[in-house]
């Protein structure tokens, strides 16, 4: 399993945090450690809104190119670029196994693959479902500043949404990291 990340425009050690955070969600899960190759977009500034600096990224790391599925997950201005890059990806052939976008708000958000969007707030949540969201979506409650949810999404409370018929489902409430391995773990074996 492949999972790329892609910052936003931040501090690098607030990606570096999730970073470490995600490699410990996934030595202490059913998660095979071996089996997720997680890799960081090392672009700053206005890179991370470049899909075809992500794409040149992606075919640099992957050996085996367009045969290895995709999981894209992206933070704030980062999204931009990711979801350019997601849709670049399919085009040359590649498969991506799903889309999480974290604070993506503004950005509009399709394609033919699984996308989840994890929020910060219920405002930023509603909002950016207006702009495309997939099922089982996640928003902070009690709210958090934007970037908590990135540097530590372990410390984070939040709802578990499906935005398809907009209730939450039972045992709704878990963390941001929590949310996220469930989706790793689903993700994983498809």
């Not at 996934?26 to 450690?33: F, G, L, Q, R, T």
């Not at 500034?45 to 992206?74: E, G, M, N």
């Not at 578990?160 to 790793?184: C, H, N, Q, Y």
Request: aromatic letters at 10%.
């Amino acid at each position: 399993m492949n999972i790329i990340i892609c910052p936003g425009i931040h501090e690098p050690e607030l990606t570096e945090s999730f970073r470490v955070g995600l490699l410990d969600l996934v030595s202490h899960s059913a998660i095979a450690p071996n089996y997720a190759n997680i890799l960081v977009y090392p672009g700053k500034d206005v890179l991370v809104l470049s899909a075809l600096h992500i794409l040149q990224f992606l075919r640099d790391c992957l050996t085996d190119s367009l045969k290895s599925p995709i999981i894209f997950i992206s933070f704030s201005a980062g999204v931009v670029g990711a979801i350019g890059a997601a849709h670049l990806w399919q085009l040359l052939g590649g498969r991506v196994k799903t889309f999480i976008a974290i604070d993506g708000w503004g950005v509009p958000l399709q394609g033919n693959f699984p996308i989840h969007r994890m929020s910060h707030d219920y405002f930023t949540h509603w909002s950016s479902c207006l702009l495309g969201c997939g099922q089982n979506n996640f928003y902070a409650e009690p709210a958090v500043d934007h970037l908590s949810i990135w540097k530590s999404p372990q410390t984070v409370q939040g709802c578990w949404v499906d935005s398809s018929i907009e209730i939450i489902p039972p045992k709704g409430r878990l963390t941001a990291a929590e949310f996220l391995l469930m989706l790793l773990k689903r993700y994983e074996a498809n």
